[in-house]
T-cell receptor
């Protein structure tokens, strides 16, 4: 079955560390997205990519970095510059373009700073 | 930027009840979608509904694009319907899907 796989489910980060969250999809979607969700809140866009080797900043990109070397993969790195990284991170994919159709989401990664 | 307002913010019902959730947009949108987030955090796409009405079992949705709102109907609620319901849309010409703050639905047995 096609879908999006995020790993790990839970991640603990020490102060000053960089950590990378994995997102892989086998839906043959061109577009991929990273969202952040804080408790009791909606989703905010971190980065998105419409095509391989290209990506754009979303609304809250500071302290994060991404790469898109393969169509199937869109990893997110939470750097030490992100001052409040504890949150739930969700990856999604869709067909590219303005009429992108429905988004498909992964099951998320819960990141905690210790 | 675009504002997405969902109402009510919280809704508590008994099993078997019907409910209507509303989503208002501050600007014209396309790609309007409804999602259900279960207690484990998984977001499930319920409807992709830029306009018109769609039905899927006990759930249905209607979008009136000219009036900038969408409604999600849940009939004969079950405890498994509990969770947070989000609507989201894109402004014309934009690439970003913007989410509302969600409606938290609790269905008691």
């Amino acid at each position: 079955d096609g879908g999006i796989t995020q790993s790990p489910k839970y991640l603990f980060r020490k102060e000053g560390q960089n950590v990378t969250l994995s997102c892989e999809q086998n839906l043959n979607h061109d577009a991929m997205y990273w969202y952040r969700q804080d408790p009791g809140q909606g989703l905010r866009l971190i980065y998105y990519s419409q095509i391989v080797n290209d990506f754009q900043k979303g609304d809250i990109a500071e302290g994060y970095s991404v790469s898109r070397e393969k169509k199937e993969s869109f990893p997110l790195t939470v750097t030490s510059a992100q001052k409040n990284p504890t949150a739930f991170y969700l990856c999604a994919s869709s067909i590219a373009g303005r009429d992108s159709g429905g988004y498909t989401f992964g099951s998320g990664t819960r990141l905690t700073v210790v | 930027g675009i504002q997405v307002e969902q109402s009510p913010p919280d809704l508590i019902l008994q099993e078997g009840a019907n409910s209507t959730l509303r989503c208002n947009f501050s600007d014209s949108v396309n790609n309007l979608q409804w999602f259900h987030q279960n207690p484990w955090g998984q977001l499930i796409n319920l409807f992709y509904i830029p306009s018109g009405t769609k039905q899927n079992g006990r759930l249905s949705a209607t979008t009136v694009a000219t009036e900038r709102y969408s409604l999600l109907y849940i009939s004969s609620s079950q405890t498994t319907d509990s969770g947070v319901y989000f609507c989201a849309g894109k402004i014309q010409g934009a690439q970003k899907l913007v989410f509302g703050q969600g409606t938290r639905l609790t269905i008691n047995p």
